[in-house]
């Protein structure tokens, strides 16, 4: 299931790409910004939240929400 929705997201941006529909975007031909946490997983993403919220933490505490990305690199470097 997972192989054809990808294939049929990428029929669909091809055909949107020959259709010259990403020309003239805001940020062409820029590099894109990805958000210091891009590189972890939904599910980690979603688990750090869960536990800050548990701990009477606001979600959007960004320095400790940071913190806790650092810490979960940390455990998976040690894997």
């Known amino acids: 299931m997972k192989l054809a929705l990808s294939w049929i997201a ?3 941006i091809e055909a949107a790409q020959q ?3 990403f020309r003239n975007l805001p940020g062409e031909g ?3 910004v990805f958000d210091e ?3 972890l997983s939904f599910e980690s993403r979603l688990m750090i939240r869960s536990a800050l919220a548990r701990k009477g ?3 959007n505490d ?3 929400f940071l ?3 650092q810490l979960l690199r940390a455990k ?4």
């Open 57 to 59: 933490k606001e979600s």
């Open 62 to 64: 960004r320095n400790h």
């Open 76 to 79: 998976r470097a040690k894997r």
């Open 67 to 69: 913190e806790s990305i």
């Open 10 to 12: 990428d029929q669909r």
């Open 30 to 32: 820029r590099p894109l």
């Open 37 to 39: 946490d891009s590189s």
């Open 19 to 21: 259709r010259g529909e």
